[in-house]
């Protein structure tokens, strides 16, 4: 079955500094990869979403995603954290053509230190 | 537009009692599921629908869970004989037709309290 690991459930970094949340998928190249962002006491709203069309995917809010078959990843990156991209961050795969179930990661939270 | 829409936004209900909870997808959205968030377990798939059927339902935990969807447009997902261990945040996502050609839209979750 299909699972994706995010390594870090906490990560912090600096304002003005590289954003870098890392996401493993484990087993066969997935039809459909994605990022998440939860803001405190609100839903999931879809950062990007990668459906092999192209390696490199670019989200909402200067987040961008590259998919590594070589090394079956998929981290979220952004080049300069702002204290508004404070918030818990899921990667989610979806297993096959035509499955409409989501596999989430257990979500990595995003501290900015100013 | 409005997006999905979920209530009650909390719910606190003792050990034994059943529970309703309701989600109002997107308008026009026919694909709709239900998942799960809870501490030390993440987020879970429950159930998904397309129209008023439910091709996946291989998330519901046990046979103590159920969900139905009518008019291809709300749905209600209902707990019976609640265990303490259903305490978590339930999500509903709707999407236009599912994720080849859309997103999962998601609401803002019902917080299932069982005391």
């Known amino acids: 079955a299909q699972s994706v690991t995010q390594l870090g459930s906490h990560v912090s970094v600096s304002e003005g500094a590289l954003v870098l949340l890392r996401c493993n998928y484990s087993?066969?190249?997935?039809?459909?990869l994605f990022w998440y962002v939860q803001y405190p006491n609100q839903g999931l709203q879809l950062l990007l979403k990668?459906?092999?069309?192209?390696?490199l995917v670019k989200g909402i809010n200067g987040f961008e995603a590259e998919f590594k078959k070589s090394e079956t990843s998929f981290h979220l990156t952004k080049p300069s954290a702002h204290m508004s991209d404070a918030a818990e961050y899921f990667c989610a795969v979806s297993a096959d053509f035509g499955n409409e179930k989501l596999t989430f990661g257990t979500g990595t939270r995003l501290t900015i230190i100013p | 537009g409005a997006g999905v829409s979920q209530s009650p936004s909390n719910k606190v209900t003792e050990k034994g009692k059943d529970v309703e909870l309701r989600c109002d997808p997107i308008s026009g959205h026919t694909a709709l599921y239900w998942y799960r968030q809870s501490l030390g377990q993440g987020l879970e798939f429950l159930i998904y629908?397309?129209?008023?059927?439910?091709?996946?339902k291989s998330g519901l935990p046990s046979d103590r869970f159920s969900a139905e969807r009518t008019g291809g447009s709300v749905s209600t997902l209902t707990i019976q004989r609640t265990q303490q261990e259903d305490s978590a945040v339930y999500l509903c996502?709707?999407?236009?037709?599912?994720?080849?050609?859309?997103?999962?839209?998601f609401g803002p979750g019902t917080r299932l309290t069982v005391t």
């Open positions: 629908f397309q129209g008023n059927s439910a091709p996946d």
């Open positions: 990668y459906t092999s069309a192209a390696t």
């Open positions: 996502a709707s999407s236009l037709v599912g994720l080849a050609n859309d997103e999962q839209y």
């Open positions: 087993s066969s190249v997935p039809p459909y």
